[in-house]
């Protein structure tokens, strides 16, 4: 199973960016997906999931802001990322149950 992350970079407090996950040699489509974020120094931290069937389900510090989705047909799974703030920064993966991408590092500048 293989878990490929991008779309990170280097962005202004109340820029955007979506982060993108494309997924193979698994049936993506009955799985959960989920994105991760790890800032420096701390515990890696669920920042939002998508049931198979598109239900969404986000921290408390991103709803509102961020919004996850996904595409069965082409095995994908998307982070949009709106007003981003500096609390923001940090490295983003993705997951599916016990497999995890190589992660996408976003930094926010304010």
């Known amino acids: 199973v293989q878990l490929q992350a991008s779309g990170g970079g280097l962005v202004q407090a109340g820029g955007s960016l979506r982060l993108s996950c494309e997924v193979s040699?698994?049936?993506?489509?009955?799985?959960?997906v989920n994105w991760y974020r790890q800032e420096s120094g701390k515990q890696r931290e669920l920042v939002a999931s998508?049931?198979?069937?598109?239900?969404?389900n986000y921290a408390d510090s991103v709803k509102g802001r961020f919004a996850i989705s996904r595409d069965n047909a082409k095995n994908m799974a998307y982070l949009q990322m709106n007003s981003l703030k500096p609390e923001d920064t940090g490295v983003y993966y993705c997951?599916?149950?016990?497999?995890w991408g190589q992660g996408t590092l976003v930094t926010v500048s304010s």
């Open positions: 997951n599916i149950i016990r497999y």
């Open positions: 040699k698994i049936i993506f489509s009955s799985k959960v």
């Open positions: 998508v049931s198979p069937s598109g239900g969404a």
